[in-house]
């Protein structure tokens, strides 16, 4: 992500209500990612194992975040980065800009 411009601004974020994997920011907009990692292809995509239960529990870690820093005011999106590891062979990463969208007023704080 770093290679793509983007700044790292917390690793494996933690609280009460669990943990948010990476927090970047991209720009001026401030990027909350999940990654998820599959030993094998054949198995169901990393991506489609974040289902609604996970984003609002992201969603929640989200504004809990928002709500402890100076970070409030920042427009904010959700990232999915997918991991593929096969027999030794090099991963396959995918980057889902804007996996998906809280449900409207009930999303971390927008500018």
Do not use: W, Y
């Given at each position: 992500?770093?290679?793509?411009?983007?700044?790292?601004v917390?690793?494996?974020?933690r609280?009460?209500?669990?943990?948010?994997?990476?927090?970047?920011?991209?720009?001026?907009?401030?990027?909350?990612?999940?990654?998820?990692?599959?030993?094998?292809?054949?198995?169901?995509?990393?991506?489609?194992?974040?289902?609604?239960?996970?984003?609002?529990?992201?969603?929640?870690?989200?504004?809990?975040?928002?709500?402890?820093?100076?970070?409030?005011?920042?427009?904010?999106?959700?990232?999915?980065?997918?991991?593929?590891?096969?027999?030794?062979?090099?991963?396959?990463?995918?980057?889902?800009?804007?996996?998906?969208?809280?449900?409207?007023?009930?999303?971390?704080?927008?500018?």
């Open positions: 992500m770093r290679r793509r411009g983007f700044q790292i917390a690793r494996n974020f609280c009460a209500a669990g943990e948010i994997d990476l927090i970047a920011m991209d720009g001026d907009t401030l990027v909350f990612v999940e990654v998820r990692s599959r030993s094998s292809a054949s198995q169901a995509t990393p991506e489609s194992t974040i289902g609604p239960a996970k984003q609002r529990q992201l969603v929640r870690l989200a504004q809990i975040f928002q709500e402890q820093t100076a970070c409030h005011k920042l427009p904010c999106r959700f990232d999915v980065v997918s991991v593929v590891r096969e027999n030794g062979k090099e991963a396959q990463i995918e980057h889902f800009v804007d996996a998906f969208q809280p449900v409207a007023g009930r999303g971390p704080h927008q500018a």
